[in-house]
């Protein structure tokens, strides 16, 4: 794999060039939203500058336009997974992709989609594993289906070192077992979790695999039928691309026999007063009209992260990785979230520094030009695991350069004499 030329890519994210106040621009959030290179902000703009026109329906020229580069999006981005078009569902990102699989299987408990979607139906007593380290959206879903329903939520627990503990997951996942779900990188831990593992144990209970991919889709090469996941979600702001688009990708039985949730335009076939017949997927999913600019944008957003290579952006941020860690681990006063050994991680680091609160850290560094994140992540009950309410987080993309992590390193270095802890 070709090194990356960072000067020349980084000229693609206008701006990277920032300053704030007197300094550089530093950006480590990336895992809480990428930056956007010029040719997705292009791309959003030539459609909506020339091709702009409602998808799917309308006898014009521009209509038929429209839909074709939407559905040619759809291609591109499902392909930059490992899938077929028709496996991959436009949602407005992941939150809206794991409400729209547990609101399906509500449905579905409901008695609704028919003998096909009987086998998604959850009885009192059903249990839906999630893991410890979730995001919160890849967990209230399931806690308000477990209402609903009469199921029960369990959980695999992290050990210390941030890893999941697969004996009890082995333990926990049995017959009664109807979702396993997980996320394929903690956004606090960035642990690349054992999905080979994890489906296993899913299958083996006849239970469905629903994996979170947000913070692997812009880090990792990514094929998710390998994966052999059924069902899997993604936000396209994390990934280079615009707001108000992601994805639900599914395996085609899957989607196939699942309910929809949101229904209205669209999505339909036949209706009458008192019924509706639904589209397959992906469209029996996709009610109301499409946020297409944003779909043709996220396209633009693969098609230059292909073009840069994902093996190539993976190598490079293997670097970032190595020596982001390291500088936290040999940094005093600083306790690293998930320090495990020996595991594959993506360059995103979640830290406490000891007698600092997460949000003077926060502000310390930004008065320094560096952006990262504070609190909890959306992930309450892990920092609970660890005893904290907030950590420091900051976190990479294929534009940081190792210099960038230099000065953060730097400066964080210095944070608790500032604050008059420590020596
Ligand atoms: N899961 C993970 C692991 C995340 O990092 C995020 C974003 N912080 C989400 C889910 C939710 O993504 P979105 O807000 O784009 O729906």
């Known amino acids: 794999t070709a090194a990356l030329d960072l000067e020349t890519l980084r000229a693609d994210f206008p701006i990277l060039g920032s300053r704030i106040g007197d300094s550089a621009l530093v950006y480590l959030d990336s895992g809480a939203t990428s930056q956007k290179p010029q040719a997705v902000i292009d791309a959003e703009v030539s459609f909506l500058t020339t091709a702009n026109s409602a998808v799917h329906r309308g006898a014009h020229t521009l209509a038929a336009e429209a839909t074709e580069l939407y559905e040619d999006a759809r291609a591109t981005v ?32 409901a008695g609704r989609g028919g003998d096909e979607a009987r086998r998604f139906a959850l009885a009192p007593g059903d249990e839906l594993v999630v893991t410890e380290t979730e995001h919160h959206a890849n967990l209230i879903p399931w806690q308000e289906l477990a209402f609903r329903t009469g199921a029960v939520l369990r959980h695999i627990p992290v050990r210390d070192d941030g890893t999941l503990d697969l004996d009890t997951a082995a333990s926990i996942i049995g017959e009664r077992t109807r979702i396993v779900a997980f996320p394929h990188v903690s956004n606090v831990l960035g642990i690349v979790n054992p999905v080979a593992e994890l489906v296993a144990l899913a299958h083996a209970a006849g239970a469905l695999a629903v994996m979170d991919a947000c913070q692997s889709a812009p880090h990792l090469p990514l094929d998710l039928p390998a994966l052999d996941v059924d069902l899997a979600v ?31 335009g669209s999505m339909i076939t036949t209706v009458t007063l008192d019924e509706a017949s639904y589209l397959p997927p992906p469209q029996r999913f996709e009610a109301g009209t499409q946020p297409v600019s944003q779909a043709i944008g996220l396209a633009a957003a693969v098609r230059y992260l292909e073009a840069v290579g994902m093996p190539a952006v993976h190598a490079h941020e293997q670097v970032l990785e190595r020596r982001l860690r390291d500088g936290l681990r040999s940094m005093p006063g600083i306790r690293l979230l998930g320090d495990a050994a020996g595991v594959e991680r993506v360059a995103l680091s979640a830290f406490d520094v000891e007698g600092v609160h997460a949000h003077d850290v926060g502000q310390f560094l930004d008065a320094r030009g560096i952006a990262v ?30 210099a960038e992590v230099d000065v953060f390193l730097d400066v964080l270095s210095g944070t608790r004499a500032y604050f008059g802890v420590g020596r």
């Open 78 to 109: 499902a392909a930059f997974l490992g899938a077929r078009p028709e496996q991959l569902v436009w949602t407005s990102g992941a939150t809206a992709g794991l409400n729209l699989v547990a609101y399906a299987i509500g449905n579905a408990t």
């Open 234 to 264: 993604f936000s396209g702001h994390k990934m280079l691309g615009p707001y108000g688009i992601g994805g639900l990708y599914g395996r085609s039985d899957v989607l196939e026999a699942l309910p929809p949730f949101l229904t209205g």
């Open 373 to 402: 994140r504070v609190g909890h992540h959306c992930a309450q009950p892990l920092h609970r695991r660890f005893g904290l309410t907030a950590s420091v987080r900051a976190s990479a993309a294929l534009y940081t350069t190792e």
